[in-house]
């Protein structure tokens, strides 16, 4: 069963994801709802992270390397500015996209499997997910004016 190997995928997105949002909160906390914004959705990544693990056990994750790939070549740190704010949101956008569609692979798997809990652990998820980039492409719509057009 493969399962494990998606499992292990997506486990370890949301703690990268996680963890960009955090950085993102601390590079740009000067702007007013950022911070505290960034620093919910890394709580809900750590949440669903949490919500997997009872999953990774049963499955045996097998936790492959491309979050982690993915993590670095988008994150290798943030940026100054308005034009580096957006670019991070970009690439959060990302690395939530990445969630979002292992979310909808695992779920898939789980009807495969009928395993209920999962299932419900999906559903969850994946529209807390699909709420983080709704977000995120509405902040970005925000930031970009001032980040493109307005000079610093």
């Given at each position: 069963m493969h399962l494990a190997h998606y499992l292990g995928l997506l486990h370890r997105a949301q703690?990268?994801?996680?963890?960009?949002?955090?950085?993102?909160?601390?590079?740009?906390?000067?702007?007013p709802d950022l911070h505290h914004l960034c620093?919910?959705?890394?709580?809900?990544?750590?949440?669903?992270?949490?919500?997997?693990?009872?999953?990774?056990?049963?499955?045996?994750?097998?936790?492959?390397?491309?979050?982690?790939?993915?993590?670095?070549?988008?994150?290798?740190?943030?940026?100054t500015g308005g034009l580096g704010l957006l670019?991070?949101?970009?690439?959060l956008y990302l690395m939530a996209a990445?969630?979002?569609?292992?979310?909808?692979?695992v779920g898939q798997a789980a009807y495969g499997a009928r395993d209920e809990e999962l299932i419900a652990v999906v559903r969850d998820c994946e529209g807390e997910t699909a709420m983080q980039l709704k977000w995120?492409?509405?902040?970005?719509?925000?930031a970009a004016p001032q980040a493109l057009v307005v000079a610093e």
């Open positions: 703690i990268n994801l996680a963890d960009a949002f955090r950085q993102v909160a601390d590079a740009h906390a000067e702007e620093e919910r959705q890394a709580q809900r990544c750590d949440q669903h992270a949490a919500r997997l693990q009872p999953f990774a056990a049963r499955y045996s994750e097998d936790a492959p390397s491309e979050p982690d790939r993915l993590h670095s070549q988008l994150f290798s740190g943030t940026r670019r991070d949101l970009q690439d990445e969630c979002d569609i292992a979310w909808t692979v995120l492409r509405t902040r970005m719509k925000q």
